[in-house]
């Protein structure tokens, strides 16, 4: 399954495979070079690794458990496993990063903190940790994602972060992206972007999955102390950007009993023209900072993708995950937007876990995977439906 | 000698870059822009290639690249407009944009393109040095194309003294940290930037751009440069224009301080 000789971890110029870099203008290379010159140092620190592993316990209520659920485990007839990052601090894994990054941002000696989001989670966990370290904090989000995710606006408000509405393109995630790299670029020496998924441009990918592999690393203590193995047979994770997924994958990259297991939002279908699938429907191409797999048109613009779930629409996907899909290390799969809702509402009744709407996504694998009955699968359940309620009343009927 | 050189070796006069995104504001006004420019007395035009996700670009711009490709406008559209352009058009010619329209045209058929209609360099902000020396360089040294690199205040001396080394034509010097058409005017400040840069004894000249809007900021940017470029500021005027040719030619005028 694995090729031997294939690296999943980044060079020494910023790539997987074919797919990273650091394409990115001018004006940002002095904070990317920065960035790139002293992350490692700086996280390797035993003051940082203290401080991020003290607030991760305490703040964030790490390590999160990991569940046997039990009654989907009988109704997929195999062994499932759901690792409860939505019980994070701030509902979902997102917290993981931006605790890493804040305290990355006060080593580089800035106070200033730009993030875009889109489902809104990485923007509550951005502001968040800006409130818990006295940063000031601008959140940058898609027009749309702003009306569709309303109480997270009013959690990051409530936070202290100013939300500026992004107005251009599909006026989602992608363009959000867009406005916070031009704020960044317009106030350089005083801010940090804390980039909320393994996307951007190098070191930001690596940084990030180092920051979200603290999940994979409890997921193998866990599991060994439940079933005397410390992998199992698939890790299932949805992808975004695929900062959860990078996560949940990472101590079993180079595992090859460990089938990677990734769902993309196929949105209404990947042939319908309303989708975010983007291993299914990209082609290698550069956004935000990186090479990649890209939504586009044949003019290399890009194309504005389609998800019921803000977290997953997006044209791209990180670079490792590009590896990962082009490498065949990992499978994907195209989840709809009506699968996940069936899948959302699955795991409510028989776990009673409302999960998000991307992770919903993952959960709905389990119809398509053919998991054997003894086979082991960890569902990385990325965060809690709070957030997602009102399109779960629209679109499950709940108000009937 | 390519045409870049050649004009900055032969002018002592500062030099008028001026940027208009293609195909805008209609789609066929490409060709009539370029040769107003000209008219008008500009020394370089630089032509923007539109893309859906600008990030090194103000509202300006922006709109300017939505519009255009709203109209249709692609890059081999572009091309079919430019096939003759060399009919008429004899100052130097560079197309701006973003490194993504060019990767899915194919490096090296566009740079081919570019050497066809007579294109004399590009500037592509989210091609960083070292992705082009990584990949690019010799495909566009092959095809006789200019990379224009930027540096801005935070660029250190050590890295400006890299740039320069890989650089030919000019090094566009932007004036303060900020996406285009963000601010307006030369401050005190950016003038000792200009002088500090001045004082390196680079091999290349520089054109100093974003801020630059008329005459006043023209003239002060090229007190500590070899010149200026101006993009939103003419942008805008070519979104407003009643009679586009009459206007653009007025403007470059109005700039170049000739009546
Ligand atoms: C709960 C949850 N899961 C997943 C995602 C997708 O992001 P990523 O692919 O980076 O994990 C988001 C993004 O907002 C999210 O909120």
């Avoid at chain 2, 050590?158 to 010097?173: H, N, T």
């Avoid at chain 2, 005190?188 to 200009?194: L, P, R």
């Avoid at chain 2, 023209?218 to 500590?224: T, V």
Wanted: charged share 20%; aromatic share 8%; glycine share 10%.
């Amino acid at each position: 399954m694995i090729d031997a000789g294939i690296s999943f971890h980044v060079s020494e110029k910023g790539y997987y495979g074919d797919f990273g870099g650091a394409f990115i203008p001018e004006m940002l290379y002095p904070n990317v070079e920065e960035l790139r010159l002293h992350y490692l140092e700086y996280m390797m620190e035993p003051s940082f690794q203290k401080e991020f592993h003290f607030l991760l316990k305490d703040f964030v209520g790490r390590p999160t458990p990991l569940f046997k659920a039990e009654r989907l485990s009988a109704k997929y007839n195999t062994q499932i496993y759901l690792k409860r990052e939505d019980l994070c601090h701030t509902g979902a894994h997102k917290v993981n990063n931006t605790i890493g990054q804040i305290l990355m941002a006060k080593r580089l000696g800035k106070h200033k903190i730009v993030a875009e989001t889109g489902a809104g989670q990485h923007g509550v966990a951005t502001a968040t940790v800006c409130a818990l370290m006295g940063m000031e904090c601008i959140i940058y989000m898609g027009a749309i994602d702003i009306d569709r995710q309303a109480p997270n606006v009013a959690r990051m408000k409530m936070l202290g972060a100013s939300v500026v509405a992004a107005q251009s393109g599909s006026k989602t995630l992608k363009d959000a992206t867009n406005e916070a790299m031009r704020h960044w670029i317009n106030h350089p020496v005083d801010t940090h972007y804390i980039i909320g998924s393994v996307v951007g441009p190098h070191p930001y990918p690596d940084m990030v999955a180092k920051f979200q592999s603290v999940i994979s690393e409890e997921i193998k203590w866990q599991l060994q102390e439940k079933e005397g193995r410390d992998y199992p047979d698939y890790i299932l994770a949805c992808v975004g950007g695929g900062s959860n997924a990078a996560g949940a994958f990472y101590h079993y990259l180079d595992e090859p009993r460990t089938a990677l297991i990734a769902a993309e939002a196929a949105g209404q279908g990947i042939s319908t023209g309303h989708s975010a699938a983007t291993t299914f429907l990209g082609k290698p191409g550069v956004l935000h900072g990186s090479k990649s797999l890209l939504m586009q048109t044949e003019d290399g613009q890009v194309i504005e993708p389609y998800s019921i779930s803000a977290g997953l629409d997006y044209p791209g996907i990180g670079p490792l995950h590009a590896h990962l899909a082009t490498s065949g290390r990992a499978k994907f799969f195209d989840i709809t937007d009506d699968e996940a809702l069936d899948a959302a509402l699955e795991c409510s009744m028989l776990e009673g876990i409302i999960p998000a709407l991307e992770t919903a996504h993952a959960l709905a694998v389990f119809g398509k995977l053919g998991a054997k009955p003894d086979e082991i699968s960890v569902v990385n359940l990325s965060g809690r439906g709070d957030k997602d309620l009102a399109t779960y009343q629209e679109k499950l009927k709940l108000n009937q | 000698m390519n045409r870049i050189s050649t004009l900055f070796k032969s002018t002592q006069e500062p030099i008028l870059n001026i940027y208009a995104t293609a195909g805008y504001p209609n789609f066929g006004d490409t060709m009539l822009v370029l040769n107003a420019l000209q008219e008008g007395g500009v020394d370089i035009i630089e032509i923007g290639m539109p893309y859906s996700d600008p990030v090194a670009d103000g509202e300006t711009i922006q709109q300017s690249n939505q519009v255009s490709l709203d109209q249709g406008m692609t890059v081999t559209h572009l091309f079919d407009q430019l096939k003759n352009m060399r009919q008429s058009i004899s100052v130097p010619v560079l197309l701006m944009g973003y490194i993504n329209p060019v990767l899915q045209f194919g490096v090296e058929r566009f740079c081919q393109k570019c050497q066809e209609v007579g294109v004399d360099g590009l500037i592509l902000p989210d091609l960083p040095l070292a992705e082009y020396q990584l990949s690019y360089q010799s495909i566009f040294e092959q095809y006789g194309l200019l990379n224009i690199f930027l540096i801005t205040p935070q660029t250190s001396d050590e890295r400006i003294k890299q740039i320069d080394a890989v650089s030919e034509g000019f090094i566009y010097m932007v004036s303060s940290a900020s996406t285009t058409g963000a601010k307006t005017g030369i401050s005190s400040d950016q003038e000792a930037y200009f002088k500090r840069i001045d004082n390196m004894n680079l091999k290349n000249p520089r054109l100093v751009g974003f801020g630059i809007s008329d005459r006043e900021s023209f003239i002060k940017a090229s007190n500590g440069a070899s010149g200026a470029i101006i993009g939103s500021a003419f942008v805008k005027l070519l979104g407003n224009a009643k009679n586009l040719r009459e206007e653009i030619v007025g403007f470059v005028k109005s700039i170049k301080g000739l009546k």
